[in-house]
Every structure is written in structure tokens, then in C-alpha cells.
């Protein structure tokens, strides 16, 4: 059992001298702060030598797992052969990948490729206010888009600070960051997840340009939608001249070759993907109809929207991404990584169903995560109402110190990769017996 990190603690120390927080993406500090240095399938490594399975993966990145040798060898062989960021001009990778990914994702009719998936979703609203004419968008309580104006605030607000359930109705902006005009927060409508009604009460009142969430509310762990929600969502957005975008950073080509939007059936007018798009490798990707996506050469000046990045579709990330694309086209993975989870929440169910705790194990496909509370969740605010976030992370702590990694944080969705093996999760339940005994027998 590991309970002390003094060597990731120094880092922590050293690089505050130089870096703000110590951290260059403060989303990834925690308790504890944990410094990793290697990682190779399913495992990690940290500076202290402690290993664990791995089930965090870059907040779902590594589909596939760390460092897999068909992604890897096609990176290696891409700079084996001198290939260039040149910055001028089109590149074959950038097109090679468009067409596979179009064949991948059959509702997308054309894409742009950026670097992250915040970049992806900054394009994909400025699209829809192109379209549109309108500046309103709607979020989701308890989602995350990304980290600009639009979308920074409500990710994990406290109830003090937006209130209790409103429904029809919106919450007030709890805004993430400084910085961002009062003016700009008043274009932005915060609703929960699977509340049509609020949607309905939004776009009577203000000119609505879109709405973006994620067709699985993954940022707080597994919501799923209920019957009939995105269907609706499609049939206002039609109704009421706003576009519906899709945020697939974390749920493309993780549930399905063709995302989420495969699976449920509903067509959004834009999406956005990254993350396992290319195995952890930097890209972020805006797809959509093609008659919005041609707004980026829209002929018209002023209705033409702006996309630019000099390392936009850098070849070591394309080669990644078709590399990855191409593994994830034989359907073994999926396969495989279904009966993994099938494998993992039916050792939780039976493990937990000993203690006389409420809990409750979500899943889709590879992506799982266990709640306290005896119910699945609907939104935000159950969560924060039914949840033991208590529990929850002191139990997330314990696994940890176990070796078992995932998210230190309650409610954080944990990823099973391709390259998780059934010992892999004979180990995880193991560990979770072990660690679930000590905590309801102290």
C-alpha cells in the first residue's frame, strides 16, 4: 500500500517556481498530486516506481492504452520519414484522415481539424452564430465543454452557489475563471441534463443559437439520457431554427465507430470529438452537415467563419489518428472492451450488494463509474443531493493507495482500455473487496 508521494510532491514544489500551480493544466490537480512517468497498456507508472492499473488514461484518452504499438510505430515511421509541418498548403495526411474519419462517422458530410477539443468546440458554437444570426447558446449543469467563455462555468458547482432544482427554468452562471465579461456570461443559459422543458423555456425568451452537451453527461461520471430526450432535442432544434451540437470529445469512438450518435440514432447538426480520435496524440475535430461546415468558406465576408492553428493537423498527430482510426475499424475492440465492462460492473454489483450502502454502478461500453447513492443519476443535482461524495472519494483514495487509478475526485468517470486484460479486472475487483472490507469494517 502506497500513502506518501514525496518525490511527485517535490515536482509539485520545484515547478511552482515556474509554473503557476505547479501544473499546466490545473483540471489535472488533485489530492494527490501524483506525478507519472511512464505508462505502457494498461499500466502506470509514477516517479516513486509505484505501478497501477490505469483506468484515468488522459481523462479517456488512451482507448487503446498507453503507447500502443500499431499507433506508436506508425508515429516512428512518420518521423523516420521526414515528415514536415511546413505551414503552407494542404497536407495528403490531413485529407487521408477526413475521408477515413467520414467513413467512420457516417452523419459527418465534412470536418475541420484543430489541435484540442476545447479549440473544437469554440468553432462549432462561433458556427452556429454564423448560421444562425443569434449570440444565446444553452449548456448543461454539470458538463464540460471546454475552457472558453461560452462554456467555462457549472462543471462541479456547489448548490449554495447556483440553488436548488429549477425546472423549467435556468442557473446562473458559475463561472470558472476570471476574466470573462459579465456581458458575455449573460449569452450563456445553464440548464440540466435531461430537462426539455428548460430548453423549451430558454429559446421562447432569448434568441437561441445552439446547445451543446454531451449525449452521456461523462463529465460527471455516467448520465445516461432518458427515453426520448435527445430525440427531442433534435425535433426543437428543428422547430426552433437552433443548431444541435453533440460534444463527443470523450464519447467519440469510445462507444461506437460512429460515436455516440451511432448508437442513439439521433443526427446532431455539429459534433465535436478528440481524446480517443487519436489515442491521446493532440487533435480535436469539428464535423457536421456539410452546409454548415462550408461556413468556413462561407463566399459571403461576413458570414464566413474564421478557423486557423499552425499546429492543426501536425503530421505526428494525423498518422496517430489513422492509425488509430484503422485499429478501432476492425471492431475487435469494441468487442473486447464490452466484455471487459460487462465483466467489471458485474464483480462491483456483487461485491457491493454485501454492505448495506447504497450505490449504484453506471456503464456504457468501456466507461463505468460507481455512485453511492441507489438509483442511476439524472443530472447535476442528483447527484449532489443523493451522492455520499464523501465516501466516494475517500474510496477513490483507498484504491489509489492500492494501486488501482482512477480520478481522485467523486463522480469522475473510469475508462477500461483495449489493452486491460481480464487479469486486469480480476485485480480491480480484488483490490476492490480488499478496499470496500476495510473501509465498512473500521
Known sequence: MMNSWLKSAAVITKNEKWIPGGVVSLNRKSEPNICFSKGLGSRVWDIEGNEYID???GFAAAFLGHNDPD??????????DQSVLMGAGPTDLEGQFAELFCKCVPTAEKLQITTTGSEATYHAMRIARAVTGRDHVIIMQGGYNGWHNDVAGNVISNLQDIGGRVSPGEYPFDSLSAGIPEQHKALVHVINYNDLESVQYIVKRYPTACII??????????????EGYLEGLRKMADE???????????????HALGGFQQICGVTPDLSTFGK???????MGVIAGKAKYMDYFVHPEKEKRVLIAGTFNAHPLTTIAAIATLKKLSSGVVYEHVERLGVMLETGLNDILSKYNKPFYVARQGSAFCVYFMDHAPKDFHDIALNNDAAF???YRHKLIENGIFNFPLPSKQGSISYAHSVADIEETLEKNKQVLSALFNR
Not at 499507433?71 to 523516420?80: E, G, Q
Not at 454531451?214 to 448520465?223: A, D, F, K, T
Not at 426552433?240 to 469512438?253: A, Y
Open 55 to 57: 483506468y484515468q488514461a
Open 71 to 80: 499507433v506508436n510505430a506508425a508515429v516512428l515511421a512518420s518521423i523516420n
Open 213 to 226: 452537451l454531451e449525449p452521456i453527461l461523462q463529465n460527471i461520471g455516467i448520465v445516461k439520457p432518458q
Open 240 to 254: 426552433e431554427g437552433f443548431l444541435l451540437i453533440f460534444d463527443e470529445v470523450k464519447t467519440g469512438f469510445r
Open 276 to 282: 480517443a480520435i487519436a489515442n491521446g496524440y493532440p
Open 392 to 394: 466516494d472519494k475517500e
